[in-house]
């Protein structure tokens, strides 16, 4: 079931946009944390993996990016935005 689901959301993703950012992760680093039964439940990596194979099939991208300095809180109301 996790798997078609992680296909089917991969196909959407690349219908709908030309290029996908995705947080570069540690998921190595992850997997030795105390949240190592998490990401392996989650199959993140998995994810990743199909995600990209199905952009490179559809000629679309997939960027990771590094997650520092990506958000920030908001001055003006106090809630987390994207950083410009």
């Known amino acids: 079931m996790r798997r078609d689901h992680a296909f089917k959301l991969a196909n959407d993703l690349v219908q709908r946009f030309d290029v996908i950012y995705v947080e570069a992760l540690n998921l190595k ?16 990596g998995a994810f990743l993996t199909i995600l990209s194979d199905k952009a490179a099939e559809a ?23 994207p950083s410009r």
């Open 29 to 44: 680093g992850l997997a030795r944390s105390r949240l190592a039964r998490d990401v392996h439940d989650q199959g993140w």
């Open 59 to 81: 000629g679309r991208s997939v960027i990771a990016l590094d997650a520092r300095k990506t958000s920030q809180w908001c001055s003006g109301c106090g809630g987390w935005s």
